[in-house]
């Protein structure tokens, strides 16, 4: 899967991760930073969406698209198609113009909007990636989990350089009986749920 990233996805994931590294040194305000995953989380990620099971598969948090990116690759593998959401229009419009460089438009559907008014209208997720703004992590887990099919994954990124603020969350998750969960140290941490 990632020996034969298309070209396109490849030179818009290193334009993002060029971004994302002047973002981070240059003062750009925090609302305005991509403030993405590293690829070695992406990689993690793609193969969890990979080996997840049939259903309907969601992203909460797309910023300029390149989480997304890593889990189209599986989307693609796999014939599914994923739904991501973004709150910010600046960050939808560059997400719009990665999707269209890596011409992904058909495997990717952008909904700009708050997921927690979308989220009761897919009843079999099977793949749900949170990297969204640290408040709402636990509306979204109370919202996704119910509506999971056996088998699927919940994956929330900052488990471990967010732990005091997702402390709540992150202990209900670890005490769930309707989840196996763990928290994975590779990037910043992440939470990772399957559905029992």
């Not at 969601?58 to 739904?83: D, R």
């Not at 350089?161 to 769930?176: G, R, S, V």
Request: proline letters at 4%.
């Amino acid at each position: 899967m990632f020996h034969n990233i298309k070209e396109s996805i490849r030179k818009r994931m290193e334009y993002l991760e060029e971004l994302d590294t002047k973002d981070r040194i240059d003062g750009t305000p925090r609302m305005e930073r991509l403030r993405q995953i590293p690829p070695e989380t992406g990689k993690f990620v793609s193969l969890l969406a990979a080996s997840a099971p049939k259903g309907e598969f969601l992203e909460i948090g797309t910023s300029a698209g390149y989480s997304t990116l890593w889990i189209a690759l599986a989307c693609k593998l796999n014939g599914n198609k994923l739904i991501t959401f973004e709150m910010l229009k600046d960050k939808a419009e560059l997400a719009r113009e990665t999707f269209t460089l890596t011409n992904l438009n058909n495997v990717v559907e952008l909904i700009e909007g708050d997921a927690r008014e979308y989220i009761p209208n897919y009843e079999n997720i099977s793949f749900c990636f949170l990297d969204a703004e640290k408040e709402v992590y636990e509306d979204c887990y109370d919202l996704v989990i119910p509506n999971m099919v056996k088998g699927g994954f919940l994956v929330a990124d900052n488990a471990i350089n967010h732990y005091q603020t997702l402390k709540p969350m992150l202990d209900k998750a670890l005490a769930d009986e309707r989840v196996d969960a763990l928290i994975v140290p590779i990037g910043k941490g992440e939470l990772v749920c399957r559905k029992i």
